[in-house]
């Protein structure tokens, strides 16, 4: 199994590695158990978003990540760490910037002509004490990453506008290219068809999107 997938769960803020027997050690309060109950429901909704999300300490330790994140960060080239090296440079950049609170870092990653990643980052303040002897335990701030599929997160929002404008499966197929930031020529060399054409459905497509504006 990859090392990572192995990890995809790992919550080192609120999960101890370090087994106890159970008759020595005392039952979880009802505090405690409610504490449990909300970070599997946490983990439950967060595997369930198309987002992946990994927190790390300022010094890049991995602190969380969700399935999701374990998943997006294989497109990246394999890396000793385990985070991949291209994520691990774009955290030095956020720090060496000394980000306000507030800031959002944006980063995109053309990994294959068909899979691109959005990453975005910023800082994570206010960390709960979980009491655990661990280095991150004790953590008042980390760095949130966000990782997002921009390939899908397009397909999603062609979904809304083809609905919205009615448009042809050309003219979506053009709408796509053109969000990827494709020239007109390239739209054309892509689709096969003439640079007049394509100019024609670009006009359409205009044309209905002010329609549907107005």
């Known amino acids: 199994m990859n090392s990572k997938a192995q990890m995809s769960n790992s919550f080192p803020l609120s999960t101890s590695a370090v087994a106890v027997d159970s008759e020595r050690s005392p039952a979880p309060s009802l505090e405690q158990q409610v504490a449990r109950l909300d970070l599997a429901l946490l983990q439950v909704v967060l595997n369930s978003l198309g987002q992946g999300f990994v927190v790390v300490s300022p010094t890049l330790q991995l602190i969380y990540w969700n399935q999701r994140a374990v998943e997006l960060c294989r497109w990246f080239p394999p890396s000793r760490s385990t985070l991949p090296e291209e994520l691990e440079t774009f955290c030095r950049l956020f720090l060496r910037r000394n980000c306000p609170e507030s800031q959002v870092v944006l980063a995109d990653y053309q990994i294959e002509p068909t899979m691109r990643l959005q990453v975005s980052a910023r800082w994570l303040k206010g960390l709960p004490n979980s009491g655990e002897p661990t280095a991150a ?61 394509v100019k024609t459905h670009i006009k359409n497509l205009y044309s209905k999107k002010r329609i549907y504006q107005c």
């Not at 990782?147 to 083809?162: F, G, M």
């Not at 448009?167 to 709408?175: H, Q, S």
């Not at 053109?178 to 020529?185: F, H, P, R, T």
């Open 137 to 197: 335990a004790n953590l008042e701030q980390a760095i949130l990453i966000v990782l997002q599929d921009r390939q899908a997160i397009l397909e999603e929002e062609l979904q809304l506008v083809q609905t919205q404008l009615e448009l042809t499966k050309r003219e979506a197929e053009i709408w796509l290219l053109l969000k990827q930031e494709y020239s007109y020529q390239e739209i054309a060399q892509t689709l096969q068809v003439s640079l007049n054409t």
